[in-house]
């Protein structure tokens, strides 16, 4: 009994452990020439969803002057969602379609 018990307990230790094992390897990232690639830091976790020029692209729209509210949240929020080059090509689009919509720019003579 005192057998079975011991070979039972060490079966389970192995298993436990080469389970452990093979479950940190598989969340293990390598590079191309087998080298381990280290956990990213909180600031690199940050930075990958908010890149640091879209931000700068947000400070600067901020200190326009003249800027609006009703353009500034907009490009803030596609800037910091997408990229500052996406938020000024939508933004932009958005408003020359209001543009064109409003009908200020009749040609009558």
């Known amino acids: ?3 079975n018990f011991r070979l039972s307990a060490a079966t389970l230790i ?6 452990a094992v093979a479950y940190a390897e598989s969340l293990a990232k390598y590079n191309q020439k087998g080298e381990l690639i280290h956990e990213p830091t909180v600031w690199e976790k940050i930075t990958h969803f908010v890149q640091p020029e879209n931000v700068v692209a947000v400070l600067v729209a901020a200190m326009l002057p003249g800027m609006r509210k009703s353009v500034f949240w907009p490009f803030a929020g596609l800037a ?7 938020a000024v090509c939508l ?3 958005y408003y020359l379609i ?3 919509m409003s009908g200020a720019n009749d040609v009558r003579e």
């Open 1 to 3: 009994m005192r057998t």
């Open 91 to 93: 933004c932009f689009g």
């Open 14 to 19: 192995a298993f436990v452990s080469m389970h």
């Open 98 to 100: 209001m543009w064109l």
């Open 80 to 86: 910091l969602y997408g990229t500052w080059k996406f």
